[in-house]
C-alpha cells in the first residue's frame, strides 16, 4: 500500500512537473498615440456697473471704464491661435434696455490704454501662443464713453462672444 501511494505521488509529481521547452521566439510592436490641438475658452462677465450720465460720465472723456478676463487653454506647444470678440447682440456693442428703451454704447480693447479695439476679424483678433496646457488670464479693457444722454433703467445688457480659433 505504501507502495502504491508512493507511485500515485510520483506520478502526480511528474504530471505537474512543467515540461521541457524546445525554443522561444519573441516580437516588437509599436504603440502610438497622436495628440491633438484643442483649446478651451471662458470669460467673466464685464460689470461696468453704475453710469451717471449728470455728473461722473456727464462730458465727453468721463469715460466709465472696466476689465474682464478671458480664461484660455491650449495644448502645449500648439500651433499660435487668435481670440476674437465680436459685436455683440446688438452688431455695434451697444447696450440695450428693454424697459427703458435706452441704448448705451460701448467698446472693448486689447490694451490697457484703450487705444487698440478688439475684434473679430483679421487685425483686431489678439494672438496668443500656448507654451503649457495650463490656462492663463487675458485681461478685456472696457469703456463706456462719457457724454451719453440715456434714461435711468438697471437691465443695460449686451451679450459678445468670445471664440478661440485653433
Keep these: 500500500m505504501k507502495t502504491l501511494k508512493l507511485s500515485l505521488v510520483a506520478a502526480a509529481l511528474l504530471l505537474a512537473a512543467p515540461r521541457a521547452q524546445a525554443g522561444s521566439a519573441s516580437s516588437q510592436f509599436n504603440v502610438t498615440a497622436t495628440v491633438i490641438q484643442n483649446c478651451t475658452i471662458s470669460a467673466s462677465a464685464l460689470a461696468f456697473g453704475s453710469y451717471d450720465p449728470v455728473v461722473a460720465n456727464a462730458g465727453s472723456g468721463q ?5 474682464s478676463t478671458l480664461t484660455v487653454a491650449c495644448t502645449k506647444g500648439a500651433q499660435a491661435v487668435t ?4 459685436q455683440g447682440t446688438s452688431t455695434n456693442r451697444t447696450m440695450a434696455d428693454t424697459a427703458s428703451g ?3 454704447t460701448y467698446q472693448l480693447y486689447s490694451d490697457s490704454n484703450r487705444t487698440t479695439v478688439w475684434g473679430n476679424t483679421a487685425g483686431s483678433t489678439v494672438g496668443y501662443a500656448p507654451l503649457s496646457r495650463n490656462s492663463i488670464g487675458i485681461t478685456v479693457y472696457g469703456r463706456v464713453p462719457g457724454g451719453q444722454d440715456v434714461p435711468v433703467g438697471t437691465g443695460y445688457l449686451d451679450k459678445v462672444t468670445a471664440t478661440i480659433n485653433f
Design 83 to 86: 481670440i476674437g470678440l465680436d
Design 102 to 104: 435706452g441704448a448705451l
Design 63 to 67: 469715460n466709465l471704464d472696466t476689465t
